[in-house]
């Protein structure tokens, strides 16, 4: 196996690491008096954010497993949410050649639409299943909180994982041009 295979599977890893350290964090019983605040989805910052990056690292069937495992550790209707998080990373995979050559505030503004048209998405689904959404306060601050954390996601992807943007002209492990 050659090197450029071995990163791209290690970032796999990595990946799936994290979401396993995000969701154990998450589920933390930290505060067992009920919130005012909704925390952020990193979670979903970090999929959109390695997806604009690098797609190779976060491929369809990763997203889809990683994204059912959240729904039920989260006790979320299995598979909506997920559906809804894997049709916007792939939308924005499709969009990674135009990304990488766009400023980061414009991808942090696709980042907020595709957040918000999800959200509304999950949001009206739910009350057409008659399912109780929660609180619109509360997911109107979380997508706001997961608006507001993604350039930290980006940074840390960046500067700790080395999750950066593909240059043109950079080559894939088969020699092709990205």
């Given amino acids: 196996m050659d090197s450029g295979a071995l990163q791209i599977w290690g970032m796999r890893l990595l990946f799936v690491l994290l979401t396993l350290l995000i969701l154990f964090f998450h589920l933390l019983p930290l505060n ?3 919130s005012q605040w909704a925390s952020p989805d990193l979670l979903v910052a970090m999929v959109f954010a390695w997806a604009v990056r690098r797609p190779e690292y976060v491929p ?3 997203v889809t497993g990683v994204m059912l495992l959240a729904d039920m550790m989260l006790q979320r209707p299995p598979g909506l949410w997920s559906v809804l998080v894997v049709c916007a990373t792939e939308w924005l995979k499709s969009r990674e050649r135009r990304q990488r050559e766009t400023t980061f505030f414009l991808e942090w503004l696709t980042f907020a ?3 918000i048209v999800i959200t509304i998405l999950y949001r009206a689904v739910m009350m057409v299943l008659i399912l109780a959404p929660g609180a ?3 997911s109107f601050v979380q997508v706001m909180m997961t608006i507001a954390i993604y350039p930290a996601v980006v940074g840390v ?3 700790i994982f080395g999750v950066r943007r593909s ?5 894939d492990r088969l020699g092709r041009t990205l």
């Fill in 113 to 115: 639409g595709t957040l």
């Fill in 136 to 138: 619109l306060m509360l």
């Fill in 32 to 34: 067992p008096a009920p």
């Fill in 157 to 159: 992807s960046y500067f």
């Fill in 60 to 62: 369809i069937l990763l």
């Fill in 167 to 171: 240059a043109p002209g950079d080559m």
